[in-house]
């Protein structure tokens, strides 16, 4: 199994500022994705991290939003831009190789006053 | 579209119980399905899954579940649960031609000591 770390675990921002969340894999994946979990809910994807290329966004995500980098195999970047008090959720990488089994880093919990 | 479905949002169980939690999908395709688990403050951790084969599957910590084809259901069953299976607990579904996860809304499970 892949062990996925997140940084920063948790901030807490000001209306209008952006923040960059950091996904680091310990093994390569072939698919790497982010998701947003509000309180109490089930998981909404993102977007699907590409190497080398352009994310590909869910119905109702946008890349002037939610920019996504994803410069190698293990590491990619979720920026959650122009953030509003309706952007606090927590945010989670996920990755998966071969098995096709996703494995999860342990989210970021944004809170935007 | 595809969905997924837990019947019980929430269920509320003593120590020694048997549990049984609902999950159905929608796709009539080839699957692999998914339960994950997340422990109050943790990440989202792999309890079990079925890719192929045996259809009765057994996870970590005593978890199984059973994949009937005919009723499009995965159900998460465990003979005699503790306190520490207090939980949040979620279905997944990939189909074979797509490499996302379909989440079911999750399950939260108390376990009374």
């Known amino acids: 199994s892949a062990v996925i770390s997140q940084k920063p675990s948790r901030d807490i921002c000001q209306r209008g500022t952006s923040l960059t969340i950091q996904c680091q894999v310990d093994?390569?994946?072939?698919?790497m994705f982010w998701y947003r979990q509000q309180p109490g809910q089930s998981l909404t994807l993102i977007a699907t991290?590409?190497?080398?290329?352009?994310?590909?966004?869910e119905s109702g995500f946008v890349i002037d939003k939610f920019p996504i980098s994803r410069p190698n195999l293990t590491f990619s970047t979720l920026t959650v831009s122009n953030m509003s008090p309706e952007d606090s959720s927590i945010y989670l990488c996920?990755?998966?190789?071969?098995?096709?089994?996703?494995?999860f880093g342990p989210g970021t919990r944004l809170t935007v006053l | 579209a595809q969905s997924v479905s837990q019947h019980n949002h929430h269920v509320i169980l003593s120590e020694a119980a048997s549990l049984e939690l609902g999950c159905n999908y929608s796709?009539?395709?080839?699957?692999?399905l998914f339960w994950y688990v997340q422990y109050p403050g943790q990440h989202l951790q792999l309890l079990l899954k079925?890719?192929?084969?045996d259809p009765l599957v057994k996870g970590i910590k005593g978890f199984e579940a059973e994949f009937i084809k005919s009723k499009f259901s995965f159900n998460l069953r465990k003979p005699s649960v503790q306190w520490s299976d207090t939980a949040e607990y979620f279905c997944?579904?990939?189909?074979?031609?797509?490499?996302?996860?379909?989440w079911g809304a999750g399950t939260k499970l108390i376990i009374k000591p």
């Open positions: 996920s990755g998966s190789g071969v098995s096709d089994t996703q494995y």
């Open positions: 093994s390569q994946v072939t698919m």
């Open positions: 991290a590409n190497q080398g290329s352009e994310a590909t966004y």
């Open positions: 796709y009539g395709g080839t699957v692999n």
């Open positions: 079925y890719f192929s084969g």
């Open positions: 997944a579904v990939k189909e074979d031609s797509n490499y996302q996860l379909i």
